[in-house]
Structure formats: structure tokens, C-alpha cells
Nanobody
């Protein structure tokens, strides 16, 4: 079972920066993919950025050039550096981890969410 603990959210002015962290713990064989999703009030949860164990990344168009995702495989931790924040980035950010068993069966796990609020 995988537990995800997030940290780093908060209130920041437009143009500012925040860094989110998410650490995976528990008993598991492998974490293949980690990422961050955002969910604004009244909207669906959407991918912000993701990274594979091999370091391949993908980003939502809205954050390209402003956000950077990185990962420490030894610590099973994923980071999201958010720069040049905009009010439209305001949302609850959820950490996601895809667990892969030896059998290659995969399970998705989610963190509890951390609020990011960007004031104009």
C-alpha cells in the first residue's frame, strides 16, 4: 500500500513561486509514474505535470515554461517548482503515484491535496 504526503502549498502573490513536495511511503515494489493534478472549484481534476521513473516529463500547455517537475527515485519523492504563478493557477493540487507490482499490475494512488492560492 502506498501513502502520499504532500507539502508546500500556500498563498502567494501573482508572479511569485511555490514548491510542492510529495513523498511516497509504505510497502510497494515500484512507483512507475508520479505527477501533480489540479482541481479548481467546479472543475474536473486535470493533469499539471507528470514524470516517469526514467525522467520523461509531460506538462499541461498552461504551465509549460513556468512549472518544473522533478523526482528523487531513491526517496520516492516528486517535486513541482511553480514559478511566475498566475491567479488562474489557484486550485487544490493533488499528488499522484502509479504503483507497479512485480506482476505489472498497476494501481493509482492520490494524496490528500494541498491548496495553492495565487492573489492578483
Amino acid at each position: 500500500q502506498v501513502q502520499l504526503v504532500e507539502s508546500g502549498g500556500g498563498l502567494v502573490q501573482a508572479g511569485g513561486s511555490l514548491r510542492l513536495s510529495c513523498a511516497a511511503s509504505g510497502t510497494f515494489f515500484s512507483i512507475s509514474r508520479m505527477g501533480w493534478y489540479q482541481q479548481a472549484p467546479g472543475k474536473q481534476r486535470e493533469l499539471v505535470a507528470a514524470i516517469t521513473k526514467g525522467g520523461v516529463t509531460n506538462y499541461a500547455d498552461s504551465v509549460k515554461g513556468r512549472f518544473t517537475i522533478s523526482r528523487d527515485n531513491a526517496e520516492n519523492t516528486v517535486y513541482l517548482q511553480m514559478n511566475s504563478l498566475k491567479p488562474e493557477d489557484t486550485a487544490v493540487y493533488y499528488c499522484h503515484a502509479r504503483e507497479r507490482e512485480r506482476t505489472l499490475i498497476e494501481y493509482d494512488h492520490w494524496g490528500q491535496g494541498t491548496q495553492v492560492t495565487v492573489s492578483s
